[in-house]
């Protein structure tokens, strides 16, 4: 038989619902589960079994990644020696030192 608690609701009828913390944990504990974990599996079996192809190494991705390396390394070593070098040092100001 059911009881009904003085607002003639059934009694175990209702519970308090989650904080949003324990929302959010549960929501991040699925995710890396069910998306994240199959995917690093996967990759790294991938890896593992040796399933290498022209294909898989030349994307679209990897060039794009080599191309900004380039650029970095461009920019960083070819402009900035580039700009020290064509600096006038020997028309800088002379500094005397002296030594005690």
């Known amino acids: 038989?059911?009881?009904y608690d003085e607002y003639g609701v059934p009694?175990?009828?209702?519970?308090e619902p989650e904080s949003l913390?324990?929302?959010?944990?549960?929501?991040?504990?699925a995710f890396f589960l069910y998306r994240i974990r199959p995917a690093v599996r996967a990759r790294t079996n991938a890896l593992r079994s040796g399933n290498w192809s022209?294909?898989?190494?030349?994307?679209?991705?990897?060039?794009?990644?080599v191309?900004?390396?380039?650029?970095l390394y461009w920019g960083e070593r070819?402009?900035?020696d580039g700009a020290v070098d064509s600096c006038s040092w020997d028309k800088w100001e002379k500094w005397v030192w002296i030594s005690q």
């Open 78 to 80: 070819g402009v900035f």
């Open 54 to 65: 022209v294909k898989r190494l030349f994307t679209l991705v990897n060039a794009l990644v």
């Open 11 to 15: 009694v175990g009828a209702y519970s």
């Open 21 to 29: 913390t324990h929302q959010a944990w549960r929501l991040a504990r």
């Open 67 to 71: 191309l900004w390396w380039v650029v």
């Open 1 to 3: 038989m059911t009881t």
